[in-house]
């Protein structure tokens, strides 16, 4: 049987102007106001509307487009967001703020929000815990999301936008729909998991079932297991994916479909699925025409992170170590310190339009390490040293470097001394052995970055025991 509930109309938007006394709304808007912290600008040209974004962990912003990298800035970078037309909404150094060509702050920001979506026509949708704001390139919005009926206190995660500009998000037990300036709420009868958008239907699981929007009404498609599956929802098809299977979502029925459980979930421009399995060492794809098959043909060099697919349908794929940009069979590698742009792993990548071409990168600069291990100032011998990318603290094999891409190793000798040869200039972890089941993650201080290819940089004594 099919269960219905009912839309409830919030109100119009209203803008506060300058009036003492606001009218009662679910917005307000402003072009001036509060923002925390500055960010930097850099003038450049033009965004083109083909490019490659990287934000880095050591806290960067990095170009890739006609056939170049480039620093955009080296202050903490976070949640790119692709802008219509070319360019970024981009949180940098405490503030929100727009790279098109140019990287600045925008004014009047709410405290606290960063960029979330940007819908179809350019506009920017940024949140915090409680709180809603819009900007349309000229002045914010905010949104009342208590007065909206989302929730006093929520945190606005998950959009959607159909053509026509209708943007959909999700609450806790709520999905709020903005259009042509004024709110509806749909009250769900349960937690809203996830919500996705194929064509002008909307989709969500909503606690143990699949629901989809019919006019003003929810409306029960399928029970579901008892933990909700993700809702991945693409150009042409929506799909549920889980670790017992997935299926597809073909009107109002659900078709059995043969993939993994898959995380960092893309959509190509022909509406192909591609995802990431546990083992990732390559990237899923299920085509349009049912069939899977597994991306490039032979395992990539590290785990991958996450995956985006461009307008030319080659994939972006962030590595435990680096990136990789896969183009049918052809894959190019960069680890950081390959180019001087990119020093350290990444943390996340977008791209813009047909996506950026990199330039020829060659190989990785390789420096080397040396130290001399020490113990209240007596040198320690046998002490076992190891290097890696993404060596976790949580570890199951031999040490936490097991099973990573490559890993370079030293022994302290009798006069305490150790040097590791071939390292990449960046984005590793050192460690070394306390005792049979204890390791000690170390930093050496003031590394790497000016030292040429084949340089050796020493980190002096290291007080074995001790992390820096």
Known sequence: MKRTWVVCTVGVVMACGKSSSPPPSSASESGSGSSSGSAEVTKAAPAPEDATYLTLKSGALVAIYGGKI????????????PRKGGGLWIWVDGAVSRFDGSLSPIPGTPNGVEP???????????ADRGKLATYDGTKWTEHDLATIGLGANVLVVDYAF????????????????????????????????SIGLVGTTLYAVVGTALVKLDGDKLVELAKLEKFPPKLAAGPGAAYLLSSGGGKRVE????????????????????????????????????????TVDRLPSTDLAFQAKQVVVDGRGRLWVVLEYGFALVDGDKVTLVTPGTVPEVSSNVERLVTTGKGGDLPDVGAAKLINLKGKMVAGGTPKAGVKLELCPGASSVFYG????????FVRRATSAADGAFEITDVPLGGWHLIYQKSKDSWV?????????????????????????RSN
């Open 70 to 81: 480039q620093l955009v800035t080296d202050k903490r970078a976070g949640r790119p967001i």
């Open 116 to 126: 979330r979506a940007s819908g179809p026509d350019g506009t920017m949708w940024a």
């Open 162 to 193: 159909a053509p026509d500009g209708t943007g959909y998000v999700r609450g806790d037990k709520a999905i709020g729909i903005y259009k042509a300036g004024a709110w509806s709420v749909v009250a769900a009868p349960g937690r809203v998991d």
């Open 251 to 290: 009107g109002d029925r659900l078709v059995g479909v043969k993939l993994p459980y898959l995380s960092s979930i893309a959509f190509g421009p022909d509406g192909a699925l591609y995802g990431i399995p546990l083992e990732g060492k390559r990237i899923v794809r299920q085509k349009p025409d049912g």
């Open 398 to 405: 031999a040490s936490p470097c097991a099973g990573k891409g």
């Open 441 to 465: 993650f170390y930093w050496p201080d003031k590394c790497c970055g000016g030292l040429p290819k084949g340089g050796t940089f020493d980190m002096g004594d290291v007080e074995f025991g």
